[in-house]
C-alpha cells in the first residue's frame, strides 16, 4: 500500500530565507510520481513540482526544487528565498502510474515571518 | 486559475435536503476527481472517473452520489448527509497519459451540514 507521512505540523521561516519541507513515501511498485501542492487559506489547492520515480535530476521549478533521494524514500521540497505570500499549506502526494489513487499526506503549514 | 470551476463555492444544508456540487473544467482532460478534506485529516480520495467512467470509489457512503455525463462535468449528489460530512470538497482534472502528469484542482465547495 501507498503511504505518505509529513513529519512537520508547522513551519515557520523568516522573509528571504530557504526552507525546506520534509516528505517520506512507501511504496513496492518502482513507477510513480511525486507532488507538491500548496493550499492557501482560499483553499485552492496549486500544483508546484512533480518529480517522476525514473528522473535522473532532481525536478526544479522556478523558487521550488525537489530534493529526491529515492534510496531513503524522500522528497522534500525546498522554497529559496521565502517570500511573504508563500505562507500556505503544503500537501505532498504519490500516485503510482497504474492506479488512479493519488495519496497525500497530512501537509505542513508554512508561516514566513517578515 | 486552473481553469478547473466548483460551483456552489459555499453551501449550508440540513440533513434531509438534497443538494448537487458542480464540477467544470475545459482543459481537455479525460479523468476527473472528487476528494474531501476535513479538517486535521489528510485528502481523501472519493470517486474516480477516467473516460467517463468510474474507475475508483473508496468506500464512500451511499449519501454521496457522483455522475459524470461527460468528459467535461462531474457533479457530486448530495441527499441525508450527516454533520460529520461537513468539509471541503474539491474537484480535480488530470489528463491521463504515460509519465508525468498532475491534478488541476478547482477552488472547492466548503459544505456545511446542520
Known amino acids: 500500500a501507498q503511504k505518505i507521512t509529513q513529519t512537520q505540523p508547522g513551519m515557520f521561516v523568516q522573509e528571504k530565507e530557504a526552507v525546506t519541507l520534509d516528505c517520506t513515501y512507501d511504496?513496492?511498485?518502482?513507477?510513480?510520481?511525486l507532488f507538491w501542492y500548496k493550499q492557501p487559506s482560499s483553499g485552492e489547492m496549486i500544483f508546484l513540482i512533480y518529480?517522476?520515480?525514473?528522473?535522473?535530476q532532481n525536478a526544479t521549478e522556478g523558487r521550488y526544487s525537489l530534493n529526491f533521494q529515492k534510496a531513503r524514500k524522500s522528497a522534500n521540497l525546498v522554497i529559496s528565498a521565502s517570500q511573504l505570500g508563500d505562507s500556505a499549506m503544503y500537501f505532498c502526494?504519490?500516485?503510482?502510474?497504474?492506479?488512479?489513487?493519488?495519496?497525500f499526506g497530512a501537509g505542513t503549514r508554512l508561516t514566513v515571518k517578515p | 486559475e486552473t481553469g478547473v470551476t466548483q460551483t456552489p463555492r459555499h453551501l449550508v444544508m440540513g440533513m434531509t435536503n438534497k443538494k448537487s456540487l458542480k464540477c467544470e473544467q475545459h482543459?481537455?482532460?479525460?479523468?476527473m476527481y472528487w476528494y474531501k478534506q476535513s479538517a486535521k485529516k489528510p485528502l481523501e480520495l472519493m470517486f474516480v472517473?477516467?473516460?467517463?467512467?468510474?474507475?475508483e470509489n473508496n468506500s464512500v457512503p451511499s449519501r454521496f452520489s457522483p455522475e459524470c455525463p461527460n468528459s467535461s462535468h462531474l457533479f457530486l449528489h448530495l441527499h441525508t448527509l450527516q454533520p460529520e460530512d461537513s468539509a471541503l470538497y474539491l474537484c480535480?482534472?488530470?489528463?491521463?497519459?504515460?509519465?508525468?502528469?498532475?491534478?488541476?484542482f478547482g477552488p472547492g465547495t466548503r459544505l456545511t451540514v446542520t
Open positions: 518529480q517522476g520515480s525514473y528522473d535522473q
Open positions: 502526494a504519490m500516485r503510482v502510474y497504474n492506479n488512479n489513487d493519488m495519496r
Open positions: 511504496t513496492s511498485d518502482p513507477s510513480y510520481g
Open positions: 472517473y477516467s473516460l467517463e467512467e468510474r474507475v
Open positions: 480535480a482534472s488530470t489528463k491521463e497519459r504515460a509519465g508525468g502528469y498532475e491534478q488541476y
Open positions: 482543459l481537455g482532460h479525460n479523468a
